[in-house]
């Protein structure tokens, strides 16, 4: 599997996969009492994703760590996710080393390197290969499936596999949308607003757009994006916009999104992207998936690349130097 | 107090003010096991900034609602903290209400409102007529004293003084540099890369060139954008970029600013503002004046009010309608 399109477009085949190795996984038998999900980058979205699917299901705190140091209150009770798909992220081995001293449940999950040997059986193996931010459903399901088994959540096999079937059977449909969608953003700066429980997918439509198109975006969500950005006025006439929902919304959320729309229009273009599906979780696969689609097809129009991430390579080298 | 100017450079008497408003305030006798603040937009960043102050302090885990529905984990042991200025904020009102239902402990802070009425004597109250995002010392002053009371982080007084202090020596010298800095963004869009530790910083600004100068902006952070937007090239011709540090970085994190202010400038203008102060609170504030004047400032240069928000009223007369 060499082309990014292949890759992308294995993403039901990855959750599949996801549950097997979730469901392999030897869960600690331990009550915690808060969660931290530690990760940066195409890694880090997996907490901010787990975030929006456990809101309002998860008993105890869940707590999104982006940096080298821990928050001060982790200690034994702790559950510490972290989430590394090379296995060498310099901050997440850094803040799993400060969690493991603060005696909290350290659980890993990555493709190898240093996490691995860090944290040995208490790291979630997931296959090598994929660039991170293209390895959503290793990511993801794994975990879902140990909050699970730690009777955090109910299980979510049910909701994999309705995301597995929509995309089964409309796999040709969505990527004909995600062309068209991606013609009109070219050229333009892409800005995702998504409605409320989706706030992680509207940053990583960003971070896709960034990496795979190589393309400066933005993204807020609503109703927060009301309050303040919705008052500006100049910068927007360079900007196309997204709006990222589910199929139906609250009638509050709905006439939020009319009003909001005919505002934003007096500037610059303005789309709604609807998920598809029941269950939320498969609504938020289907977008993730769109979204990578539609970064992927904004890169061939551009004549891009969208594998390599050159930037970050760079800094990457520049920093062990 | 009429003109924005005079609300503006009011930020640190609203300091003193925070500091007796909140010593005044009866703090309730219990243990709490986790926080959760809940505010949208103005009031809503007084959380974002709290969890930047308290991270390597607080014991217990703080999370961050803005929306209209509350976390499933919040029970009898949740200090439930709900930030609106004008008291009348719907999401707020909203969660509160859940959070009450929940059994939470739940303490307000806003000028009066409907917050008010709802909580009675467990509403913190501030005085009215400030445009909320003005506000920032009377909504997080008195709830960092609040804290303190409770035992859950040191008394930071004397970190409020050092700031006040800042501001009265370098009034003139901070303005002229917040002009200098709004000339060189006027016409371009606005981005803030904030430095470890100083994510609601980057947010803050972000916010307040939206809703005072009227105009689209971005934001993000150090170590997270190094993993992600640093990729992007196309768009950033359109951005004038300010990193937001403290005075003195980490070896590691003053190299990352180098190499990324490096590549950002082979695509557009980069420049950094340098926080003042000994503490991170003094910093931190004292970054939030800088930005609140530098947007002010482009408001006034582009001969645009800075103090009506027209988009945001209009939406909400909408949505009562």
Redesign the interface.
């Known amino acids: 599997m060499e082309k990014m399109i292949e890759i992308i477009e294995f993403f039901p085949e990855q959750c599949k996969e996801g549950l097997r190795i979730g469901k392999k996984f030897k869960a600690p038998k331990k009550k915690f009492?808060?969660i931290v999900v530690q990760g940066?980058?195409?890694s880090?979205v997996t907490g901010l994703i787990l975030r929006d699917v456990l809101?309002?299901?998860?008993?105890?705190?869940?707590?999104i760590n982006?940096?080298?140091?821990v928050?001060?209150?982790i200690d034994k009770n702790t559950l510490f996710i972290a989430v590394s798909y090379s296995g060498n992220t310099e901050?997440t081995i850094n803040a799993a080393k400060e969690a493991l001293k603060k005696k909290a449940i350290v659980i890993g999950i990555s493709s190898g390197g240093k996490l691995k040997q860090l944290l040995k059986k208490n790291c979630i193996s997931i296959p090598s290969g994929f660039p991170p931010?293209e390895a959503t459903g290793y990511l993801v399901v794994p975990l879902l499936v140990l909050f699970s088994k730690l009777k955090l959540i109910k299980p979510k096999e049910k909701e994999v596999n309705e995301f597995i079937e929509l995309i089964k059977k409309n796999k040709e449909e969505i990527s004909d949308k995600a062309w068209r969608l991606a013609e009109r953003m070219d050229g333009r700066?892409p800005v995702f607003y998504a409605t409320?429980?989706f706030q992680s997918i509207s940053f990583k439509w960003?971070?896709q757009?960034?990496?795979n198109a190589?393309?400066?975006?933005?993204s807020s969500f609503f109703?927060?994006m009301?309050?303040?950005?919705?008052?500006?006025?100049?910068?927007?006439e360079?900007?196309y916009i997204v709006f990222l929902r589910k199929e139906k919304e609250l009638p509050?959320i709905e006439?939020?999104l009319k009003?909001?729309g005919e505002?934003l229009r007096s500037y610059t273009d303005v789309v709604e992207v609807k998920a598809r599906g029941n269950s939320l979780l498969a609504q938020m696969f289907y977008l993730i998936y769109f979204g990578s689609l539609t970064s992927h097809h904004l890169a061939i129009i551009?004549n891009i690349d969208p594998l390599p991430?050159?930037?970050?390579d760079?800094?990457k080298k520049?920093?062990k130097g």
């Open positions: 009492s808060n940066m980058g195409g880090g809101k309002e299901e998860l008993k105890i705190p869940i707590f982006s940096t080298y140091s928050p001060a209150f901050e931010r700066i409320d429980s960003m971070t757009i960034n990496e190589k393309n400066f975006a933005h109703p927060e009301n309050h303040n950005e919705l008052n500006a006025k100049d910068g927007f360079y900007t509050e006439k939020r009003v909001t505002i551009r991430v050159p930037a970050i760079y800094l520049r920093l």
